[in-house]
């Protein structure tokens, strides 16, 4: 299966995983921010697709909470930044199929800027 990470990148976060990297606390809950809003917070990802991108960060809710739990205030919310700032400061909103998420748990969606 495709990734967007190099395999050096790949390598790095497979080691993550096998040494246990989300069997502790929420890593997408206490990562530093980059910018706090009502609902939701920027953060840089720790794994990026570099790949594909020269920058990659992540929209993740401040509640720890699935993608159907996620209130409509913060649905609001992010509909407001979509049409500000990451619209001003992405190039793509991306968000993984449920197969592909590494921590369905705490929903997330990936903000990158496209390599050149």
């Not at 697709?49 to 509640?63: F, I, R, S, W």
């Not at 699935?66 to 209130?71: I, K, N, Y």
Request: aromatic residues 12%; charged residues 20%.
């Amino acid at each position: 299966m495709g990734t967007f990470r190099t395999k050096n990148m790949a390598a790095v976060y497979d080691a993550f995983i096998a040494q246990g990297g989300l069997a502790g606390a929420c890593p997408l809950c206490v990562a530093p921010t980059l910018a706090t809003f009502k609902y939701w917070k920027i953060m840089n990802n720790k794994f990026p697709y570099d790949k594909v991108a020269t920058m990659h960060h992540m929209l993740v809710p401040l509640q720890h909470v699935t993608e159907a739990s996620v209130s409509r205030e913060a649905w609001m919310e992010y509909q407001e930044l979509k049409k500000g700032i990451l619209n001003q400061d992405y190039e793509f909103l991306v968000e993984a199929t449920t197969k592909k998420k590494s921590i369905p748990a705490h929903f997330h969606i990936h903000l990158l800027v496209a390599q050149d």
